[in-house]
């Protein structure tokens, strides 16, 4: 949790996706407490309103839940979870970009395939 | 910790401090034209405007520091001129301006925190004793002697310690250093999400803020412009730039401000209305905007070359 926010999208969103980042890089571990509202607001200087809002986007699909009077923890699975969902929106945040940026290059869809599988290659 | 989290929930459940009409004349100057104005407890409120806008004339209205012309200001239902239970709930820390007629220059800090505590029955003096440590400040030090930022410093001291369920701090961060800044939005949190109170806070520092403030309120010229909750009013404004024709195509019938022209190119802020969208198909740029930006955009609007 220790990214710093941008002004690209909304605060919330960035906390919910740092919360995330955490869990798919093990930082967060499942079923380990999640820092508390309070923690995200002191921490980055924002209203617990909006880290709440962050939080509870997660409770809501399932990757955080709520143990009563003690706090979020990281639910089983969590990590299988988030990973599927952000192979979802993939195509629409990565690839259309891609080929939006490509496009009005003017670099062609072959072009494209050969430097990806050049970059392989080298990998 | 157990009696603050009951002082938080009393705090949330304490009535609105309501301002309606207000009207502030000084001699034949109005500086404010009938302002309505709602604030809830629980929450940490922006007050962002130019200079002149009139900010610190709204604030001591509301605090009841100041009489005013026309209107009325209420707190839970109650009148809060010369009503001292009710005054004794609403903090106003002011900016000190230590001159040799206000007679506070020679006063030590020590002093001056002794009167600022008379006036509020919840004066928490171990706390203030804590904040003067947390910015070294030095309690036999005479107010004149201080620099600008120390001055800023006291004001949030008296207005943390305060412990006012309504507290209002007129740009405390004015001549504080970055570290210093950072310490007080801290602070302020802090202070926040343990009892609940209600922060009213100007500054013109605005981006370092925003993500603090539950709802802003824009001052212009006098009258609110606009009082929205901040995440809101930032996800409704958005930059759009590119060829003229295709951004007059995409904003048509959106509220459109503070265009500037490049050549070929214009950019300009929209505001989305509940429901509306940006019909963005063709070559346009479409950015998100700080609070600071939409601030600047809609109190330029009126400079917009035709």
């Known amino acids: ?83 599927t969902k952000r192979r979802q929106s993939f195509y629409a945040d990565y690839i259309e970009r891609l080929l939006g940026e490509a496009r009005s290059l003017g670099i062609t869809k072959a072009e494209l395939i050969r430097m990806i599988e050049e970059e392989g290659q080298e990998g | 910790m157990a009696s603050q989290k009951k002082d938080a929930a009393s705090n ?38 130019r200079n002149g806008a009139g900010k610190t004339t709204l ?28 005054k004794e709930q609403i903090c106003f820390s002011r900016e000190l301006t230590p001159t040799a007629e206000s007679g506070i220059a020679n006063l030590k800090i020590q002093h001056y925190l002794k009167i600022a505590a008379s006036y509020f029955p919840n004066w928490d003096q171990p706390f203030a004793m804590k904040l003067l440590g947390d910015f070294q400040l030095y309690e036999k030090a005479k107010i ?37 800044r950072e310490e007080f939005y801290r602070l302020l949190l802090e202070e926040y999400s343990a009892t609940g109170r209600t922060f009213v806070v100007s500054t013109h520092i605005i981006e370092e803020a925003a993500a603090m403030l539950e709802e802003t309120i824009i001052l212009k010229d006098g009258h609110v412009l606009l009082q929205e909750n901040t995440e809101e009013l930032v996800a409704s404004c958005i930059y759009v730039s590119g060829r003229e024709e295709e951004v007059e195509q995409a904003t048509v019938g959106l509220d459109v401000y503070h265009k500037e022209r490049i050549g070929r190119s214009v950019g300009a802020m929209v505001k989305l209305a509940d429901g509306q969208e940006l019909r963005a198909d063709g070559n346009i740029t479409i950015q998100p905007m700080s609070l600071q930006k939409i601030f600047a955009a809609l109190c330029q609007e009126e400079r917009e070359e035709r």
Not at chain 1, 51 to 65: P, T
Not at chain 2, 20 to 30: C, L, N, T
Not at chain 2, 150 to 166: G, Q
């Open chain 1, 1 to 83: 949790m220790q990214e710093m926010l941008t002004q690209e999208k909304s605060i919330y969103l960035q906390i919910a996706e740092m919360i995330e980042n955490d869990i798919l890089r093990e930082v967060l571990l499942e079923e380990e407490q999640a820092p508390s509202t309070n923690e995200l607001a002191r921490l980055y200087a924002i209203n617990p309103a909006t880290a709440a809002k962050g939080v509870n986007l997660l409770v809501d699909e399932g990757i955080l839940y709520k143990k009563r009077g003690i706090g979020m923890f990281v639910t089983t699975g969590a990590k299988d979870k988030i990973r």
């Open chain 2, 59 to 86: 604030l001591s209205i509301l605090s009841a520091q100041n009489p005013l012309s026309l209107g009325e200001v209420t707190l839970a239902g109650e009148q809060v001129w010369e009503n001292i239970p009710a």
């Open chain 2, 144 to 180: 004149g002697k201080l620099s600008k930022g120390m001055l800023s410093m006291i004001t949030i001291i008296v207005a943390l310690a305060s412990k006012a369920p309504y507290t209002f701090l007129d740009e405390p961060v004015a001549g504080l250093d970055v570290i210093a």
């Open chain 2, 12 to 49: 949330r459940r304490g009535g609105s401090l309501i301002g309606k009409g207000i009207v502030k004349r000084f001699g034949k100057k109005e500086v404010l034209h009938g302002i309505d104005i709602a604030l809830e407890p629980g929450r940490i409120y922006g007050l962002i405007g």
